[in-house]
């Protein structure tokens, strides 16, 4: 189960903090991302990250502004959002799926992606707004 929790609203300016709690599923073995979706738009990945080794990544347009952490003690993800601008308003929607592991010798886990179509597991949503 994914459920996500934190969106309200908020000035320009102004930070918000989402939670992903997981539960069902071992989070070592996870990729669990952030993504959004804008009234009439596709649904973008915004970040991920790899609990077990905190492999992370960022949309481009969120660098320096969000910080995606992981509390593996209680199998939660953060998503620490700074400096919100009114395009960032959508619902946002935490997702996760297990990596995939390189043929390798251990076995290592590749990168979590921003590719919504990597992630099987999706939370309700929810959602953000930003005023001017």
């Known amino acids: 189960q994914v459920v996500e929790s934190g969106g309200g609203l908020v000035q320009a300016g102004g930070s918000l903090r989402l939670s992903c709690a997981v539960s069902?599923?071992?989070?070592?073995?996870?990729?669990i991302g952030w993504f959004r979706q804008a009234p009439g738009k596709e649904r973008e990945g915004v970040s991920c990250?790899?609990?077990?080794?905190?492999?992370?990544s960022y949309a481009d347009s969120v660098k320096g502004r969000f910080t995606i952490s992981s509390a593996n003690a209680t199998n939660t993800v953060y998503l620490q959002m700074n400096s919100l601008k009114p395009e960032d308003t959508a619902v946002y929607y935490c997702?996760?799926?297990?990596?995939?592991?390189?043929?390798?010798?251990?076995?290592?886990?590749?990168?979590?992606?921003?590719?919504?179509?990597?992630?099987?597991?999706w939370g309700q949503g929810t959602q953000v707004t930003v005023s001017t």
């Open positions: 069902g599923f071992s989070f070592d073995e996870l990729a």
């Open positions: 997702a996760a799926d297990f990596r995939t592991l390189r043929a390798s010798n251990p076995p290592i886990p590749i990168a979590p992606t921003l590719d919504p179509w990597d992630y099987s597991y």
């Open positions: 990250i790899g609990p077990k080794d905190g492999a992370t």
